[in-house]
């Protein structure tokens, strides 16, 4: 690993794992979003030795193909995917919210998904199916 | 071998190469000063770098060696010491709101966090990066300068002190000798007669570089309602750094918090600002729009302070 290697290309390149996506790579657009630590982070903006010793949570690490996360469900169900780009940094923003609150009203669903940039939905029913999740994870 | 063509393609295609550098961990704060001391040129500082990757991919600046400050946990620390509140220069931005110091007195950096980028930049940048950044872009920089914030600068052969007016020298220039680091911002706390506000507008409403932010700090006497103190700031006045638009203040000392001391304000103002137009806004609308922001930082001082807006 370089020094000048980033946390997004070392999990993309190096480990394979082509889930989290590179939009901007200057942190505008946040589609690079992993947790680090538990907390949401974007990958493009940390250099991969910084993230030294840290415990990284990425889309793969959600549910698996038999057992679906509740927030992958939700997504599914309202058909909040199109191009697809951005839902893997949306479901881990996300989850960062429901595990820190489990009943958020929808402008904190708004706000906790505010760093990420959608250019296909309109962002109405990803905001749907994370509700939608959030009272699937309270039962 | 197709990998490796692959990983190389790749690069290209992202077409935002970083430069080839190397990273120095130090272990421990001696070891930091140490390497400091001994390296004065080609080194810069890193803190969790979200500001400073993108300027080494714009090529605006070129090192030979970043040094890692972001294993000093001992800087990530927001304490009150008498009347005096100290962040720690590694406290990202969430922990700085999440602190219990930080009460409700100190919203105002709830105001900032909540304009910040987004809930994964906040996680990432620091009030360190955020002052050493010294430009017009940086949102904790109106706010520290109306609270008359003051740093803290260590090298191994001591710490230094500056007022934050004194240490931004400049659009990225910085009063930081090459073997200091920067380790704690320091500020008088808030008090019951004394509040600050923060207004930011840009593009949209999330992930925002802003076209003008500004910071206002009101200290009043409650019952005659007149002012005590009053400081402004913009990310912008006559220069391309964050400053006091200490004309206007002077203007406003000591008048009753009104609705003619909001339009004197306004028109003093206007003659102070010498805003400049650029790719993103023009300056009669960043002279405008600073206006607007001023009303409703100064409005919501107000009505923090006495229970009411200045003006509707």
């Not at chain 2, 197709?2 to 080839?20: D, I, N």
């Not at chain 2, 930080?102 to 906040?122: M, N, W």
Request: hydrophobic share 40%; proline share 2%; net charge positive.
């Amino acid at each position: 690993m370089e020094s000048h290697e980033r946390l997004l290309d070392v999990l993309r390149d190096r480990l394979g794992l082509k889930g989290t996506k590179e939009g901007c790579s200057t942190g505008d657009c946040g589609i690079c979003a992993v947790l680090m630590d538990g907390k949401l982070v974007n990958s493009c903006l940390i250099f991969a030795v910084q993230a030294r010793n840290k415990k990284i949570v990425t889309i793969e690490g959600i549910g698996t193909e038999t057992n679906l996360h509740p927030l992958q469900k939700a997504f599914i169900k309202w058909n909040a995917s199109q191009c697809g780009y951005c839902i893997p940094a949306m479901i881990l923003a996300s989850k960062d919210l429901l595990d820190k609150n489990p009943t958020p009203t929808e402008d904190e669903i708004k706000k906790a998904t505010s760093g990420i940039l959608c250019r296909c939905t309109g962002y109405l029913k990803i905001v749907e199916a994370v509700k939608t999740a959030a009272q699937e994870m309270k039962k | 071998m197709m990998e490796t063509l692959y990983y190389w393609f790749h690069q290209r295609q992202v077409g935002r190469q970083l430069r080839r550098f190397d990273m120095y961990i130090p272990e421990n704060l001696a070891d930091l000063l140490d390497y400091l001391d001994a390296h004065q040129s080609g080194v810069h500082l890193i803190a969790n770098g979200s500001d400073l990757i993108n300027r080494i991919q714009r090529r605006q600046i070129n090192p030979k060696i970043l040094v890692d400050l972001s294993g000093l946990s001992e800087f990530s620390y927001v304490r009150k010491d008498g009347k005096t509140i100290k962040i720690g220069a590694m406290t990202t931005i969430s922990d700085i709101i999440a602190s219990s110091v930080i009460d409700t007195r100190h919203d105002v950096f709830r105001e900032v966090a909540a304009q910040f980028g987004g809930p994964s930049i906040i996680n990432m940048a620091t009030i360190g990066g955020n002052v050493c950044a010294a430009s017009s872009s940086e949102d904790l920089l109106p706010v520290l300068l109306v609270l008359d914030a003051q740093v803290r600068l260590r090298s191994k052969r001591g710490d230094r002190i500056l007022r934050l007016d004194d240490f931004l020298k400049g659009k990225r220039i910085i009063h930081l000798n090459p073997n200091e680091i920067l380790v704690e911002v320091m500020f008088p706390e808030l008090d019951d007669y004394s509040v600050c506000a923060f207004e930011k507008i840009g593009m949209r409403n999330s992930l925002i570089i802003a076209f003008v932010n500004s910071a206002v700090y009101l200290k009043l006497d409650k019952r005659t309602r007149r002012i005590e103190t009053i400081r402004i700031a913009f990310n912008r006045v006559a220069g391309k750094i964050p400053e006091r638009a200490k004309r206007t203040e002077e203007k406003l000392h000591g008048q009753v918090v009104n609705e003619h001391v909001m339009k004197e304000g306004l028109s003093s103002l206007n003659a102070e600002l010498r805003l400049s137009s650029d790719f993103r806004v023009s300056s009669e609308y960043r002279t405008d729009v600073a206006g607007v922001l001023f009303k409703r930082a100064l409005n919501r001082c107000a009505e923090k302070l006495l229970g009411e807006a200045v003006i509707v």
